[in-house]
Nanobody, 127 residues
């Protein structure tokens, strides 16, 4: 059974640099493509960053240059390093995984393409 568990969220001040982690189990981690999504209060879920099985990455424009997605296949763990946080980054952050999405060009990835999700971790950025 596939399980994804996020950690590393919390309350940070503007400009902070927390790192989110997503530990995985129940599948061949290295074959899966993965992503970070977020849902801010009153807003639709948004794709933040993605990484394919080859390590290629993609980011939403609002986080480019500030966030870095990476994965450690030996530890079955996905990371999101967030730097220079802004209040508008406040959201519940979710990690997601799927193998079928690897067949889709990264720029077309959407949340509906991912079949496995973590429970989410809250990140609150105060000014």
């Amino acid at each position: 059974q596939v399980q994804l568990v996020e950690s590393g969220g919390g309350s940070v001040q503007t400009g902070g640099s927390p790192r989110l982690s997503c530990s995985s189990s129940g599948y061949t981690y290295s074959r899966y493509c993965m992503g970070w999504f977020r849902r801010a209060p009153g807003k639709e879920r948004e794709g933040v960053a993605g990484i394919d099985s080859n390590g290629n990455t993609i980011y939403v424009d609002s986080v480019k240059g500030r966030f870095t997605i990476s994965k450690d296949n030996a530890k079955n763990t996905l990371y999101l390093q967030m730097n220079n946080l802004k209040p508008e980054d406040t959201a519940v952050y979710y990690c997601a995984a799927d193998v079928a999405v690897c067949l889709v060009e990264q720029k077309y990835w959407v949340g509906a393409d991912f079949g496995y999700w973590g429970q989410g971790t809250q990140v609150t950025v105060s000014s």
